[in-house]
DNA sequence: CTCAACAATTCAGTAAAGGTATGAATGTTT
DNA sequence: AAACATTCATACCTTTACTGAATTGTTGAG
């Protein structure tokens, strides 16, 4: 096969018709240049040029070879280019793991600052429950995870994100309340969703806010009359908006509560307070060989 | 910039994950594989992949290489073929310059020839006059011309192709011969032609025909009356077909005579047969450095 | 703790690329 | 017509770079 510098020598005559002034347009004297044009004529087994020693000029398989080579060496210019950009972080494409609530609240602000500070970067995102987003950290097919504080697998690290808290979503106008119903906006103990029908994650995909809400109804002295799990929040809601029960979503989720769904803040009273927290954290994989991440680790630190 | 074999090297690296095994794909021993990407990444000013005793993981800057890479090498395996294959003339392209007539005879017949006897290699058809063709002959923008056996420039060579003969372009049903009218496809003395408004082909661009028409005339002791010069057939037939004379046209021409124009063989008695000779001629530069042309000259040898 | 696997390093030999000097062919000028 | 200028090719030498064999260093597995 033919090397880049062939072609570039080859390309530098076929533009100047001139073996002198080629060598001289590559730095080099012309006696190698002529050589390395016959090289490639043997490589390529064809003439590629007509030459005496009165003028140069282009055979019709040297017509063909120029804009080919041309090419190859823009691709192999621009490859180099692309690499160095990747390598350094300044270009390249991050795979951003997000839960549903997080690609409602954090999400949307990381992004917009990275379009800021990091442009040239492009981010794939995909939305998984925070396990999934765990796998995918190992495997490396996540870069990023906005994703609750569960157990993080070997190499994976993480560190707090945002903070939130649970309200209490409820079908609007219901009578589920019976005489404790509160006016909309009002803060509401949890003791009032005591043996109420409690729409529950799931204890494998969402074990975080499964856990979570059992501590509060413990600590509530209220008791969880689960009567279906669901492992996203969208789907809890829907449930809530057909009448079907009540539960407790992340604060964020109000952004995208379907019409008749009414939240009530959770009284913070009897140290409930203190117990009602939902973290989010930013997750990667220690080993990421993916410098655009660590620029991107940087960049919101200050989040 | 870095080279097609580290390019290999590092796909080979890439789809392999093992340096041994990819060495062992290249027909070489580790070590020297090993410093193949180690340079390559030197060059690149990128890590291309993490590496331990124990396992090989492309970074994000070697993902970005390696879909770029392969499509590097790809073209060059693409471009060494194609370069091959036009310098031996089984591919390539060839301009072929034609006259008017010829575009109705010789040419498809040539065409239809190459189309059999050399399949991958195209044509680029440019209808031109003799003269026309000469030059791009000489300049090289026309590789081979059909033309008439007009005063050769230097280094172009022809050779016969085709005879042809002039018949009598006439408008139909004209009451220009007066009683000396013929039936259609009965042959006709040129001496019927004489003092009648002749449509003539201009000195310059068809002067071969010019030439051979005033010989003919001269030969049947007829008068030329010439009303209106043209240089090219189509034009000639489109002013008889307008009444406004006759003309004389190879018989070619017939196969795309408008409506209206009927066509008499000329009579051929006292000489005039001899003289009625109209030549086509293939010619081509005699350095071309294209060698579908040499092998097109070579096919239509016994045309 | 030893072994096996695997990438990195060292070193010597060889192939390839570049430079200088020179030759050969072909127009151009006097 | 002869000397000259231009330009590509060849010869020869030096330097660079690549290759293979032997060896080292590191890391995970038994």
Known sequence: MF????????VAVAEELHFGAAAERLNM???????????????????LFGRTSRKVELTAAGATLLPRARQILDMCIKTDLDVRRVSSGEAGAITVGYTAIAGQSALPLMLRRAAEGMPGVSFVLRELVSTDQMDGLVKGSVDIGLLR???????????PLMQDRLVVALPEGSSLLGNMAAPQGESLPLGSLDRLPLLMYSTKEARYFHDLVLR????????????????????????????????????????????????????????????????????????????????????????
Chains 1, 2 share one sequence.
Request: aromatic fraction near 6%.
């Open 3 to 10: 090397s880049l510098p062939q072609l570039e020598a080859f």
């Open 149 to 159: 504080p569960i157990v993080a697998r070997p190499g994976v690290v993480s560190r």
């Open 216 to 303: 509060l109804f413990a600590s509530a002295g209220a008791h969880a009359n689960i009567t279906q799990y669901a492992s996203q929040v969208p789907a809890l809601l829907a449930f809530v908006q057909a009448g079907l029960g009540v539960t407790l979503v992340p604060a964020s989720a109000m952004a995208f509560a379907p019409t008749g769904v009414e939240f009530h803040e959770i009284d913070g009273r009897h140290g409930i307070q203190e117990l009602n927290r939902v973290d989010l954290e930013l997750a990667w994989n220690e080993e990421t060989a993916n410098p655009a991440v660590l620029r991107l680790l940087k960049l919101i630190e200050t989040f």
């Open 29 to 47: 004297t012309q006696p190698p240049l002529s050589r390395q044009i016959q090289m490639l004529e043997k490589k390529l087994g064809a003439q």
